[in-house]
T-cell receptor, first 114, second 114 residues
């Protein structure tokens, strides 16, 4: 199994541009998550999904959108990039809820908005 | 919502010494407490976890203790080695339906000096 795969690994955006961060998992996990990691701030949950067709906001959803059309894929969309969105983004998945099974993280996407 | 405080933010120890990282949480309904290790430039990975019905759990050189009354839990690493150098994150999540949001501490950067 490849686990959780994220693309791209690095990206530089200009203010106001849009992009989609891709995430796919091959473990047949129902639960998927997007986190952002800022220096010294830990991991903050942006959005999560409990299954295909179901998504919900996490702690810091503003400026982002997600979709979950299949069990495998959970893309994160930035519509109007802002410098505050400069961060490392991690996609994760779990077999069941976060209090019953561990999170499996992807390798991350380092995004810079200038 | 849940709030997780983690201390210290940085920790340096000599190789062979022990390291202790402490976390406190605010939501008394939290019942699952994982610890993740993140090596430089890599993804977070689960190293140990504990549930609220257990006071202590060990896995070789790593142990976690939980004090539900005081709402704090700690990671103990004995006989530290250079490969233990990483950022460690504690996290907490409450029980019950809809418990999807794992709240992370801000992380502790552990440096093991050879």
């Amino acid at each position: 199994n490849a686990g959780v795969t994220q693309t791209p690994k690095f990206r530089i955006l200009k203010i106001g541009q849009s992009m989609t961060l891709q995430c796919t998992q091959d473990m047949n996990h129902n639960y998927m998550y997007w986190y952002r990691q800022d220096p010294g701030m830990g991991l903050k949950l942006i959005y999560y999904s409990v299954g295909a067709g179901i998504t919900d906001k996490g702690e810091v959803p503003n400026g982002y959108n997600v979709s979950r059309s299949t069990t495998e894929d959970f893309p994160l969309r930035l519509e109007l990039a802002a410098p505050s969105q400069t961060s490392v983004y991690f996609c994760a998945s779990s077999y069941t809820t976060g209090n019953n099974s561990p999170l499996h993280f992807g390798n991350g996407t380092r995004l810079t908005v200038t | 919502g849940e709030n997780v405080e983690q201390h210290p933010s940085t920790l340096s120890v000599q190789e062979g010494d022990s390291a202790v990282i402490k976390c406190t949480y605010s939501d008394s309904a939290s019942n699952y407490f994982p610890w993740y290790k993140q090596e430089l430039g890599k993804r977070p990975q689960l190293i140990i976890d504990i549930r609220s019905n257990v006071g202590e759990k060990k896995d070789q050189r790593i142990a976690v203790t939980l004090n539900k009354t005081a709402k704090h839990f700690s990671l103990h690493i004995t006989e530290t080695q250079p490969e233990d150098s990483a950022v460690y994150f504690c996290a907490a999540i409450p029980s019950g339906a809809g418990s999807y949001q794992l709240t992370f501490g801000k992380g502790t950067k552990l440096s093991v000096i050879p």
